[in-house]
């Protein structure tokens, strides 16, 4: 088992729509985790990163960790086509440690 | 907030030639900063930490006779690819941490990424 597992898609949704993206991981050690949103051809850009357990909320989007299922998700509010991209999940033991990545979302928002 | 440059941003050499990738923090000092390596629909893989003053720090398997790391001053790192060879293209970025943000939160800052296609 991989120690971070994300669904490649690609993920297809209309404007307008809530967008789930999700990653599970093995290591119970992770605690510090994190999403980058990457424009091909670019690096990744930080959209967002939560410590431990819980839910934080940043305009249209939502991350949410939960520990106890080892279980990471990115919402999505009123998407639009600005945010077809590839969302990458991140995480590690402490905001200092080396960061395991997924394998990134793809997402394509249709107009 | 804090801004990674790298350069260039594409390059394509021949097999068996050397090439360098710059990656500079532009509004802040990084002692230590990461090189990444992504093959397409792959994750991010670590290739080493650069610290500097100091040797870089290569993750197993990376041969660093290969991929040569130099970070001779606070805001610049290099990678060189040596003797290139077309398993050696692939997407590289480099990243680096501000350590002006000293709590928990400190996030990995991203370059734009070299993209190197060997002939």
């Known amino acids: 088992q991989k120690e971070v597992e994300q669904d490649p898609g690609p993920l297809s949704v209309p404007e307008g729509a809530i967008v789930s993206l999700n990653c599970t991981y093995s290591?119970?050690?992770?605690?510090?985790f994190m999403w980058y949103r990457q424009y091909s051809r670019k690096g990744p850009e930080l959209l967002m990163y939560?410590?431990?357990?819980g839910n934080k909320e940043d305009g249209r989007f939502t991350a949410q960790v939960d520990k106890s299922s080892k279980y990471i998700s990115l919402f999505i509010r009123d998407s639009q086509p600005s945010d077809s991209a590839t969302y990458l999940c991140?995480?590690?033991?402490?905001?200092?440690?080396?960061?395991?990545f997924g394998k990134g979302t793809m997402l394509l928002v249709s107009p | 907030g804090a801004v990674v440059s790298q350069h260039p941003s594409w390059v394509i050499c021949k097999s068996g030639t050397s090439v360098k990738i710059e990656c500079r923090s532009l509004d802040f000092q990084a002692t230590t900063m990461f090189w990444y390596r992504q093959f397409p629909k792959q994750s991010l893989m670590l290739m080493a930490t650069s610290n500097e003053g100091s040797k870089a720090t290569y993750e197993q398997g990376v041969e660093k006779d290969k991929f040569l790391i130099n970070h001779a001053s606070l805001t610049l790192s290099t990678l060189t690819v040596t003797s290139a060879h077309p398993e050696d293209s692939s997407f590289y970025i480099c990243s680096a941490r501000d350590p002006a943000q000293t709590t928990l939160n400190s996030p990995l800052h991203f370059g734009n990424g070299t993209r190197l296609t060997v002939t």
């Open positions: 991140a995480m590690g033991p402490s905001g200092y440690s080396t960061l395991t």
């Open positions: 939560t410590y431990s357990s």
């Open positions: 290591n119970s050690a992770f605690q510090y």
